[in-house]
């Protein structure tokens, strides 16, 4: 035989081989269960952009065939367990199905017997996401940090790339770990992430235009940890934290991250100036957040007071651990005269629950406030009891966002811009690689079931050995490139000047 | 005879391979394969290859697997270098009597696999073994295949060149514009002793041992690996034969199996750390799974995923009940070539509570588990200061096991007030049973020190305790009347005392944490 004819023969077959036509089998059997799906998409509301939902059938070793029904059309899909979705169909899907839903149908070849599941929908919503998402990959280490990156995923379709990654400026000397992102307005023109040790400074973007400050001053705690954008000002709160690390011998929490001291700065970025918000004597100030018109500044402060003058403040801090409670407070503030006046405690968590608040964040209509409580302590992602709970501002009502949480640590709470989404960090997968939820938030104030943001391939967390960490939602893409990130990172960071109020 | 000198050479060197790689040092490469990784499938590819080193790493990291078999990797890598000889000789068409010249590339890459040493713990080069070979092949081969494409182009030798180089020296820069992390090569410390590590320290070969037959919970060959020759073992040997002698019961027996640890000659690695090199194991013999899962990671983090980290982050996610996060680290070793068996017996434990209950694992470990308090602390990566202090500092150990262990852990840190408390419950625990040997060598030494906090008056010690420890007081007091110096004096009394807790309590002093 010639080789040409060896080769169209070849050719015939992949043709016939990647035709193959699916088709739903007819004599399923019919089980009374809804099928066993990773990750888990069945009845969740999700954006009208949303990149396709990809899963994979969990009914053992099964051949599987998903049947997608919606208003313009139904889609065959089955990939061995998997079911990967064509990104156009999926587009066309979901711009039929606005407002409605898909119908899924779930079919798996058990044996030589296929087997029908109940059928489950996927709700689409009249609204659309933020198009990008931005978080730190990193492995839930201890101490240790080696590759650290900060990436933005498209949540449209599956393109990720990174922000920036602190191997580019990393040696075996001198590591650099990077710390928190920050935007202003889910706008990136203004945005900022911190580095630490190698390089170390804070890295901003003011107005599209990046420098590289170093917030330490003799008068402050430390550079700036924990960041929030004025929403209108150029300027940014930020915690200031001496921090440390202590380890469980038993408990499954494993870790304690604990402040020993905390405070609050304001920075002013066109002056480059740092003044002190907050820096009262036994308190624990932490995690700022502005109110969307920029005039209320909310914060979470903890009352502790260090009484044991023989050993050091972090080894009592370990000794008394649990006993670090958070409370939730609220500053009036001035834009134009940068004052601050009225701090009031909104939410005591400490006393009447015996419970510590953390990581505020609210609505951008600024009607509610949603926040990451548990038992003790600021570092609820390491707390399995740590679960999100949301405030009405105007009634001051607090209620726990049942639909969001899980018997495993939620934390980080975070809006899309336009208010219908919700985005938290939950560890509900496995206890301890942390992965972004995103659920519907309606009118009426009630969150919906979360789902696991999307992959190209459905077991894609199961080998990802790194944490999503301060997912932060985004209406546009950090342009300014890696490398341009890392050639700055080399530059000396400015000093920032200390101003007294 | 001349015609068969490239044989001969490829013989010799072929032979000389193979003494010094599976002959000689099949548990370095055991150990090498042991700190890398490699999952089939198309995510950790991608991670791979889009990584520092892209294809080349991904193709050597399969392939450092094969050394799971260290016969199996060492035949695939003296393969390589094989073609590496035979190309060199056509490339430049040496003549055969000077065929041996060719062999300098695959000594150099042999002297390079065997010149990390410890370093095989700190390499943050995945796939080291088989990168410089790979890389050198490519090359040859690159080359060769210009000179023959371009062998009837009537072009000047120095376009050739040009031809030949030019797209090499581009590729790094390309790759700059796609992935601009790519390309650094963080090892800025350069191993300098490690040939000397590798082929001539018996401890290192003892410790690379002693960690296998630790982690297949082989404790008789653990306690064979000890020196018996004189040879000063290392600290994590001292560590890995005191666990093996706790598992088989004989923590007693401690002193008299040479418990004076020295910290391996290194020279030039300035970051020599029980922690990297055991802390994981050691931890999780010892009942701490938490921290045995902290080591696991943070060494994952810091220098690469391993089989090694992923197998003890396994063991302890099913001893902490993590399922979920165990089946994760599962699926990861079942998507492996020779892990993936292993990987099938852990799971059976997750699936059966009764076959993990029954496990070979779970018998050893679960007296060490009995103790439910939790503490929130910190070991500063000093592994074993933070077990001898946890251990001397446990009041009312809740099984036998546990109570062995406080006890022999306090007269190791030489804590004098630990231990008299831990020894005066168990005196009272036990009132009707003979006390071992080395309590009482330890309490008629430190019950009678100034500073104990309890009194020994009414305890009878067996007379020959008590015999042996008024002559070794006699011969000490004589000694240093003589004004013998301690070295001295440690030499002339070990003979006599040299597997007593009191030689041990005098003379070393040298405990030097790492």
């Known amino acids: 035989m010639k080789l040409k004819n060896i080769l169209s023969i070849a050719v015939m077959a992949t043709l016939l081989v990647a035709c193959k036509h699916l088709d739903v089998p007819s004599d399923a059997q019919m089980e009374s269960r809804l099928p066993k799906i990773y990750p888990d998409y069945t009845e969740v509301m999700v954006p009208a952009n949303i990149c396709p939902m990809n899963f994979a059938v969990q009914e053992g070793e099964s051949e599987t065939i998903a049947r997608l029904t919606s208003p313009g059309g139904t889609y065959i899909y089955g990939d061995n367990q998997k079911v ?83 191997m580019s400026v990393s040696s075996e000397k001198v590591g650099q ?83 020993t001291e905390s405070d609050l700065i304001l920075y002013d970025v066109d002056k480059n100036e740092v003044s002190i918000i907050s820096e009262l004597d036994d308190e624990l100030e932490v995690f700022p957040t502005w109110s969307p018109d920029g005039k209320k500044l909310y914060f979470c402060s903890a009352h502790f007071e260090y009484y044991n003058d023989s050993i050091e403040k972090s080894a009592e801090m ?144 199961t080998f990802y050995l790194r944490s999503f960490n301060r997912p932060e939602f985004m209406i546009e893409p950090v342009n300014i490139t890696p490398q341009e990130f890392a050639e700055k990172a080399k530059e000396d960071a400015i000093p920032a000047k200390y101003a007294d109020r | 005879m001349k015609k068969y000198l490239k044989y001969i050479y490829l013989f010799a060197f072929i032979t000389v391979a193979y003494i010094l790689l599976p002959v000689m040092n099949g548990d370095y490469l055991y150990t090498i394969q042991d700190n890398n990784v490699f999952i089939n499938g198309h995510t950790f590819m991608m991670e791979t290859v889009t990584g520092e080193g892209g294809w080349i790493v991904w193709v050597a990291r399969y392939l450092t697997q094969f050394f799971y078999h260290p016969w199996l990797g060492s035949t695939i890598l003296i393969l390589f270098w094989v073609a590496i000889y035979w190309i060199t000789i056509r490339m430049f068409n040496i003549k055969d009597k000077w065929c041996f010249a060719a062999l300098a590339i695959p000594v150099f890459l042999l002297y390079d696999l065997l010149s990390y040493g410890y370093w095989i713990y700190y390499a943050k080069a995945p796939g080291f073994p088989f990168v410089p070979t790979l890389l050198v092949l490519f090359v040859l081969l690159y080359t060769w295949g210009i000179i023959y494409l371009t062998r009837n182009l009537h072009i000047s030798w120095h376009l050739k060149g040009l031809i030949a180089i030019g797209p090499l020296a581009i590729i790094p820069y390309i790759s700059h514009l796609l992935w601009p992390t790519s390309w650094h090569w963080h090892l800025d410390y350069q191993p300098k002793n490690g040939i000397l590590t590798t082929l001539t ?76 090199l ?101 070991d500063d990566g000093l592994c074993e200061q933070y077990l001898l202090e946890y251990f001397s500092d446990l009041n009312h150990p809740s099984t036998p096991l546990l109570e062995n262990v406080t006890m022999c852990m306090s007269l190791w840190a030489k804590d004098y007030y630990a231990f008299c408390v831990h020894f005066y419950d168990y005196v009272n625990n036990h009132p009707n049973s003979p006390i071992p040997l080395l309590y009482q060598e330890g309490a008629i030494l430190l019950g009678n020190a100034e500073e104990s906090p309890i009194t020994l008056d009414q305890f009878r010690f067996d007379d020959v305790v008590a015999n042996k420890y008024n002559g070794f007081i006699q011969d000490y007091n004589q000694l240093l009347q003589q004004g013998i110096k301690e070295q001295e004096m440690a030499k002339r009394l070990k003979p006599l005392y040299g597997n007593t807790y009191w030689w041990y309590y005098y003379f070393y002093n040298d405990f030097n944490i790492y």
Request: charged letters at 25%.
């Open chain 1, 318 to 461: 370990i000794q008394r651990y649990d006993e670090v409670k958070y409370n939730l407070y609220s500053a009036d503030f001035n834009p134009d005269t940068k004052e601050f006046s009225n701090v009031q405690m909104i939410y005591n968590a400490s006393d009447s629950l015996g419970q510590s608040v953390t990581l505020p964040r609210i609505s951008p209509d600024g009607k509610y406030l949603l926040f990451a409580q548990a038992e003790y302590g600021c570092f609820h992602v390491w707390h399995a009891d740590a679960d999100i709970y949301m405030m009405n501002l105007k009634t001051q009502q607090v209620q726990k966002m049942d639909a969001l949480n899980s018997e495993r640590s939620e934390s980080y709470p975070t809006w899309s811009s336009n208010g219908r989404w919700i985005m938290v960090d939950s560890r509900r997968d496995d206890g301890n690689y942390t992965r972004p939820y995103i659920a519907y938030f309606d009118k009426k104030g009630k969150a919906h079931k979360p789902f696991m943001l999307p992959q190209k391939d459905p077991y894609f967390y």
């Open chain 1, 84 to 166: 990967l979705i064509d990104e156009t169909e999926w587009t066309d899907m979901l711009k039929s199905a606005k407002g409605k839903e898909i119908k899924v149908e779930v079919f798996a070849k058990i044996g030589d017997k296929w087997k029908a599941y109940q059928p489950f929908n996927i709700y689409v919503a009249e609204d659309s996401i933020d198009e990008y998402i931005s978080y730190r990959a990193i492995q839930p280490s201890y101490v240790a940090y080696e590759k650290l990156s900060i990436n933005q995923r498209n949540l449209t379709n599956f393109d990720e790339r990174e922000i920036y990654n602190n």
């Open chain 2, 201 to 276: 320290d018996k401890n290192f070969r003892h410790e690379l041992r002693m960690y296998r037959a630790l982690d297949e919970f082989r404790f008789e060959d653990v306690l064979n690996e000890m020196p018996t020759d004189g040879q000063a073992p290392t600290n994590l040997m001292v560590l890995y034969k005191n666990i093996a002698l706790m598992h088989t019961g004989q923590m007693d027996r401690m002193f008299e199996t040479n418990n004076c640890g020295i910290k391996p000659d290194t020279g030039d690695s300035p970051k020599i750390r029980t922690s990297l």
């Open chain 2, 278 to 378: 055991g802390a994981p194991i050691i931890y999780y013999m010892f009942g701490h799974i938490n921290y045995s899962y902290r080591w696991a990671m943070e060494n994952a983090v810091q220098y690469g995923l391993s089989f090694r980290s992923l197998k003890m982050m396994t063991r302890c996610a099913i001893f902490n009940q993590e399922f979920e996060v165990a089946a994760k680290y599962i699926s990861l070793l079942k998507s492996s070539t020779f892990h993936r068996q292993w990987a099938i017996e852990h799971e059976a434990w997750m699936m059966n509570s009764t076959n993990f209950i029954q496990s070979k694992e779970y018998q050893t470990l679960s007296p060490l588990l009995s103790d439910n308090k939790n503490i929130l602390d910190g």
């Open chain 1, 177 to 259: 770990c990077i710390n928190c992102h920050s935007y202003k307005n889910f706008k990136t023109d203004n945005m900022l992430f911190h580095m630490r040790q190698g390089y170390g400074g804070t890295m901003i973007v003011s107005n599209g235009e990046l420098k590289k400050v170093d917030l330490k001053t003799d008068e402050t705690l430390s550079a700036g940890v924990y960041p929030a954008w004025h929403p209108t000002k150029n300027l940014i709160a930020f915690s200031t934290n001496k921090t440390g690390q202590s380890f469980h011998t038993k408990n499954l929490n494993k870790i304690e991250v604990q402040d």
